[in-house]
């Protein structure tokens, strides 16, 4: 098991970030679980 924390401005900036490797990185998964993985999103307030 893994976790990864990544602090972006909004969602849609995760996604743009993320896009170009998403589907190298879930093909990836196999290869060291068999867990299904979890995207949490959450708000920092400051």
Known sequence: MAIGTFYVKSLSE???AIAPNR???RG???NYTNAMPVI??????K
């Not at 949490?40 to 307030?45: C, G, R, Y």
């Open 28 to 30: 990836d998964f196999v």
């Open 14 to 16: 995760y996604q743009a």
């Open 40 to 45: 949490l999103v959450s708000e920092v307030v």
């Open 23 to 25: 589907d190298a990185i």
